[in-house]
């Protein structure tokens, strides 16, 4: 019976080698990068795209304009951070301006202060399931405020 696993198990294990290599075979022609910025001298070509050009491109992406990442884990160590480094051409300066604004503004709030640590850790320290759903309500209370700010800034009629 063992014999038959170990035999079953290197069967599948080749096959996916020989699969992998095909994968890498057919896909071998593709570009490196499919997300480029925009660093064409000349702006003629701008949003045009075509059956051979699979870059991603700033303005041709319109649905991704207002996405937002979240560095950090949330938690007392490593809090959110919003980063202000976005793609040039992705927002127009007045929502740019607006969002700018915005991270500079909400930042701060994203880190837990003082009075939160003290009471996770005198919490953790007492009994430690009980600073564990503590620690998750703070995250929880953090995410829901940052989603209610973002709300603000962009009403549902801009989504």
């Not at 976005?86 to 700018?100: A, H, I, N, T, Y």
Request: contains cysteine; charged residues 25%; aromatic residues 16%.
């Amino acid at each position: 019976m063992m014999l038959m696993f170990f035999l079953l198990s290197l069967i599948i294990l080749v096959t996916l080698t020989q699969k992998t290599e095909n994968l890498k075979l057919n896909n071998k022609n593709l570009p490196f990068f499919l997300y480029r910025a925009w660093d064409e001298p000349e702006e003629n070509a701008r949003g045009r795209i075509s059956e051979s050009d699979i870059g991603l491109k700033d303005d041709s992406i319109y649905c991704h304009t207002h996405r937002m990442y979240l560095c950090g884990n949330n938690s007392f160590t490593f809090p959110w951070e919003i980063p202000k480094d976005m793609p040039r051409d992705s927002l127009r300066v007045e929502d740019m301006k607006k969002l700018v604004d915005f991270i500079d503004d909400y930042n701060p709030k994203l880190k837990f202060n003082l009075a939160e640590k003290m009471l996770f850790k005198l919490l953790w320290l007492i009994y430690l399931p009980a600073a564990k759903y503590l620690h998750w309500n703070m995250r929880r209370k953090k995410f829901k405020q940052l989603q209610q700010a973002l709300y603000l800034l962009y009403p549902p009629q801009f989504w």
